[in-house]
């Protein structure tokens, strides 16, 4: 189910997010054991091209002071939230840093 006023969902779309954030993950870690698909590819460039909203694809970063520069490419698509005070970059969310 989606929410009251969120646009439909293309079939997929989750599964793809998952594979091309699955893809990024194995690009910042160095590892180019994972080829994309052709699906793959044309979604990464929409993402790199700003051609891709957040209604459409979000990735969420928990931050406190991790350098985070490998996600500027992903930005228009990026929400960072930062427990780290003064070391959050700006336009982050920042929240308060308390115990559990």
Known sequence: SRAA??????????ALA???LAAMATSVAGSSERVLSELEVKQLNRI????????????????YDEDL?????????TT???KG???C?????RLPNVGR
């Open 5 to 14: 006023g969120a646009p439909p969902r293309r079939p997929g779309g989750m």
């Open 18 to 20: 998952l594979a091309l």
């Open 48 to 63: 790199l091209q700003g051609e891709v909203s957040k209604n459409e694809l979000e990735i969420v970063l928990a931050q």
């Open 69 to 77: 520069s490998w996600s500027r490419p992903y930005e228009k698509v």
């Open 80 to 82: 960072v939230y930062c």
């Open 85 to 87: 005070g003064e070391r």
């Open 89 to 93: 970059s700006e336009g982050t969310e």
